[in-house]
């Protein structure tokens, strides 16, 4: 009852205003497999160039992370560089080099090809279709997406969505895949488009889900103290389908759950550059967020203390 | 153990991506009003000039909403004309013209000084205090403000804050007021600077709510035909005090309900233009949409049905 996660591996230099990183590790892939590595083991299938550091790879080790699926080619790995505004609320992307990344196949190992969850992290909507030709009757594959496909890709696009499970974009991505500026009617209108359930990210203002049976939405969990936001997607997948794989099924009741436990990761994450914050949690630490979570969102405490 | 509103009567001319309306009955104390009369009987002060339709005094009226504060004089109504953006996100204001508001002194009857809650909804900080000076002993007073007095009578509003139990303010405004881009710092400052409870609006985003005791989030509720958002503040704080005016405390518990109740008559309000939406609805309805919330935001359900 293995996760699997195939997507991309970066080495990311990043300004906020809280400071600096130079070729720090990085990649929708590494957060999201650390993110659900507090959860469930992890298989991941990557793409790194020979100048990928060591170091990186005995902390994706350390987070019991099967690298059986990571490849290493000629040439560099791929690079990402941006700067984020005094509020954090934007960011400008100062260079990307797709490097061995460019042409990347993801091969599936044998020995994941029966992993029951699937996470198709950001990528070419071809590539993670391939992925799913490499894996048996899957229980819930989960795909993320972009602005760059939903522009470029969009056919393929169209068609992955009626072969995933889930789709989790951000608010302005369901919009412009829908045309909709009302973010429920374009909640509902991906539903349309194949897949069971939607997750939309809206950033420092929560989380929505949509799915025929039920819409759920949590805020996010209050952070004061906002260090760097990159990866904060990729953890929120990441802790969701790490605790999902962990339960071994995706009803309503643990999809709300795994909601909860992907902010909370994703809360973490923010705290420190690169893996920096992420790395020096627990699930111990996640299991207190999520308590003060219930608390902090709870209308009607079953006990009435006041 | 009435609710006592202060603020606005305005002819309000609107235009939205699904039409316009002219000189249709608005202003903060008739959104407020209405939005609170669902629960608990409101006490109004308030003024309009001699053209007032007197159709808006029976609306108001066939909402149990006593006059007694209202002011007729000389001069017309308060006018305030804006256009919103076809997303609805942004409006632009066309024209204001505060006609007989503009030297409004608002006098509280004899018969509302005994009022146990009440509501300063947006006006001048001088004018806010001026009603506090006019009653005896409220049990919770509640503020709204604006960009504008931040910004002009910053001093009155310092003051204001020391002697009001609560606030309410959107997002902007609170990183306004502090000067923090960071809206959790931003709300723990604004506690330090008097209220014992802030709530913080943040339109389509939801609300969040500050206390030394307790910080409690919630989304909006999901509403997929917006046709004019104007008054959902209002409605917001409406139905807030409304529902703490009708259970007589204001406790933590109860504070988290009326959070979800303010919520639901706004998400009313903005099905239509003006009051036409929310003087359709009911106590019913309203307990309808406040259950459907409570499925929509809670992580464990009782009843673990999936």
Do not use: Q
């Given at each position: 009852m293995s996760l699997l996660v195939v997507g991309s591996i970066a080495l990311d230099s990043v300004e906020t205003p809280h400071g600096k990183v130079d070729d720090a590790l990085g990649g929708s892939a590494v957060y999201c497999s650390v993110a659900a590595s507090f959860f469930h083991p992890v298989q991941l299938v990557g793409v790194v160039g020979r100048d990928f550091p060591d170091q990186h790879v005995k902390l994706l080790e350390s987070h019991d992370i099967d690298l059986s699926g990571l490849e290493v080619n000629e040439g560099e790995t791929f690079r990402w560089s941006g700067r984020y505004s005094a509020d954090l609320n934007h960011r400008d992307t100062l260079s990307v080099h797709l490097n061995v990344f460019g042409n990347f196949q993801p091969k599936v190992p044998d020995s994941y090809r029966e992993s029951r969850f699937v996470f198709l992290a950001n990528g070419a909507p071809m590539t993670q279709m391939s992925v799913l030709e490499q894996v048996e009757r899957p229980e819930f594959v989960l795909a993320d997406t972009m602005d760059l496909w939903i522009d470029t890709a969009r056919d393929d696009l169209v068609e992955l969505l009626r072969r995933v499970d889930g789709l989790v974009l951000n608010d302005e991505e369901a919009k412009q895949l829908t045309g909709e500026s009302n973010l429920i009617r374009a909640g509902d209108q991906i539903l349309e488009m194949g897949p069971k359930v939607v997750m939309i990210k809206k950033g420092e203002h929560g989380s929505f889900l949509f799915s025929p049976r039920m819409r759920f939405a949590i805020p996010a969990f209050?952070?004061?103290?906002?260090?760097d936001p990159t990866g904060a997607g990729d953890c929120f997948a990441g802790g969701l389908m790490g605790y999902l794989a962990g339960q071994g099924r995706w009803t309503n009741t643990e999809l709300r759950k795994a909601m909860v436990y992907g902010t909370v990761v994703a809360s973490c994450c923010v705290q420190g550059f690169s893996l920096d914050a992420l790395r020096k949690t627990s699930r111990e630490e996640l299991d207190r967020r999520y308590r003060e979570f219930i608390d902090f969102v709870t209308v009607e405490p079953s006990s009435t203390a006041s």
């Open positions: 209050p952070v004061d103290d906002v260090i």
